[in-house]
């Protein structure tokens, strides 16, 4: 007879116990940037990726609410909304605007946001990305200019200066590069320089490539 009241008593603390107090806390199983990508496009959506069905009520707890999301980062436009997939787990995030080029950002998930089964993340959860550059170069400066051009000295060396660092590997004579004389385009090489100094339409600070074109031979006198 005691053993079965001891069985009762038992099952009346098992079950007057709250059930979230069981509960499983939910995790990130996955984000779109990854932890620590590179070269991000700027337009990349995010997502984050919950273990297990999430409060999607819109109250303060839910993923679908914004103040449980920030984003930080020089530029970081501000989060205007959290739509979550009930079939993926997944909540995207939307901004105001697309991300600035070249710059690192820091993504939380705070750890107020729980599970339909009441249960919340045992901690919050951060990731980092930096974006790609996006910004076009431009060209500064042309040697000979182009008003000069009807007067360049046949051995003078053509010189242009982009407004930032360029991948020296997509240089060529053939289609990237050309300097044409009316008939053919020129061989030659390229000598790759920078430079921080203002020119030309380029302010001074940043780095800046010169690329020369070398070609093979002098050029000839009255071609264009």
Same mark, same amino acid.
């Given at each position: 007879m005691k053993s079965v !009241? &001891? @069985?009762i008593f038992l099952l009346i603390f098992i079950f007057g116990v709250s059930s979230s107090a069981f509960a499983v806390a939910p995790t990130v199983t996955a984000t779109v940037p990854a932890n620590n990508a590179t070269l991000v496009a700027t337009a990349t959506p995010i997502t984050i990726t919950f273990s297990m069905d999430m409060l999607h009520n819109g109250s303060a707890n839910a993923v679908n609410t914004t103040s449980n999301y920030t984003i930080t980062g020089s530029g970081a436009p501000a989060i205007t909304?959290?739509?979550y997939n009930t079939g993926t787990f997944t909540v995207t995030i939307s901004l105001a605007s697309a991300l600035p080029s070249s710059t690192t950002f820091t993504v939380t998930v705070?750890?107020?946001?729980q599970s339909t089964a009441g249960s919340a993340m045992a901690a919050a959860k951060t990731f +980092? @990305? %930096? %974006? &790609?550059?996006? !910004?076009p170069p431009t060209v500064c400066t042309t040697l000979p200019t182009p008003t000069g051009m009807s007067t360049k000295n046949t051995a003078e060396p053509v010189k242009i %200066? @982009? +407004?930032e660092l360029m991948n020296q590997s997509t240089f060529n004579t053939s289609s990237t590069f050309t300097v044409n004389d009316g008939t053919i385009n020129i061989g030659g090489t390229f000598t790759f320089t920078t430079t921080t100094a203002a020119t030309g339409s380029c302010s001074g600070s940043a780095t800046k490539q010169i690329v020369q074109f070398n070609p093979s031979s002098a050029l000839q006198d009255g071609k264009t």
């Open positions: !009241i &001891r @069985f909304g959290a739509a705070k750890s107020t946001v +980092s @990305f %930096t %974006t &790609r550059d996006e !910004i %200066t @982009f +407004s």
